[in-house]
């Protein structure tokens, strides 16, 4: 069982970005605000969701907002859904336009992740320039790093809720019932770019871009390997608690419970 961090009061600041600073009791005064890198089918929409169930975030996905304008025939999807299904990069001012939007839509939940976003060094700018003016800069950056032999097979093995986000995988995550969605019954949906002719065009284009993206985040870059979710999901975990002093949601109402005892 994990436990608080005690802390001296502290605010880290590392280039033009803060963590958390924390209390002597190991209570949070930053929010958490942090951004998910990644090959396509590393697992950061799993990750992303333990990480919303278990800390409370808000999810942000540029793939999953992608995929929804597509599906409700926006301007937006329609402008991207022949670079996806071509599996080529959405062009950078429709992703910043897309993301800043739902950001400020979001301004008032103190905690959030980004999965997907930024993906080059300019849409990393962009962003620094948009939570700048909003006054909520990044404070982590978590790299995932899964052997792609096992990334293509999670790939062919996967299938989406379209409207949710959430994923399945044939593998390790089914669906209680075959090709319908576990809360709402719906039908799951293969992504397009979901084979292995796209997936190796993607991975070619993510690993040109991801060495200077890494690199303009190195003072708050963290790397994390696996194989599986299960085993890279308690590392990131664990590094939230040692860097921040904060808790799962599940732990901290169980201490709040003994300490009222």
């Known amino acids: 069982m994990f436990r608080n961090l005690n802390r001296v009061s502290a605010v880290i600041k590392q280039g033009n970005r803060s963590c958390f600073s924390t209390t002597s009791n190991g209570s ?3 929010p958490l605000r942090l951004l998910l890198i990644g090959c396509p089918g590393s697992g950061k929409g799993t990750q992303s969701s333990r990480l919303v169930k278990n800390f409370g975030v808000t999810h942000i996905s540029s793939g999953d907002l992608l995929r929804k304008n597509i599906k409700e025939g926006t301007s937006l999807g329609q402008q991207t859904k022949q670079y996806i299904q071509d599996g080529k990069l959405v062009p ?4 910043v336009s897309l993301i800043n939007k739902e950001l400020l839509s979001q301004i008032n939940d103190v905690n959030w ?3 997907g976003f930024p993906r080059t060094l300019n849409q990393a700018k962009a962003l620094d320039n948009t939570l700048n003016k909003i006054s909520q800069p990044l404070n982590l950056v978590v790299n995932l790093q899964v ?7 999670r790939i062919m093995d996967r299938w989406v809720h379209i ?3 959430r994923v399945y995988n044939l593998s390790y995550n089914p669906p209680r019932n075959p090709g319908l969605d576990d809360l709402t019954g719906e039908p799951l949906s293969k992504r397009p770019d979901d084979t ?4 190796k065009v993607r991975l070619d ?4 871009m991801a060495e200077p993206l890494l690199d303009y985040y190195q003072d708050i870059v963290v790397h994390v390997k696996g ?7 308690p590392q990131i975990e664990r590094e939230l608690i040692h860097r921040f002093g904060t808790l799962p949601i599940q732990e901290e109402q169980v201490e709040l419970s003994a300490g009222l005892n």
């Open 28 to 30: 949070i005064i930053q």
């Open 205 to 208: 284009q993510h690993h040109a």
């Open 163 to 165: 409207p949710s986000g």
């Open 92 to 95: 950078d001012n429709l992703l």
């Open 147 to 153: 052997p792609e032999d096992i990334i293509l097979q």
């Open 196 to 199: 292995p002719e796209v997936f």
């Open 113 to 115: 992740l980004l999965d």
């Open 227 to 233: 194989n599986t979710s299960d085993e890279i999901y």
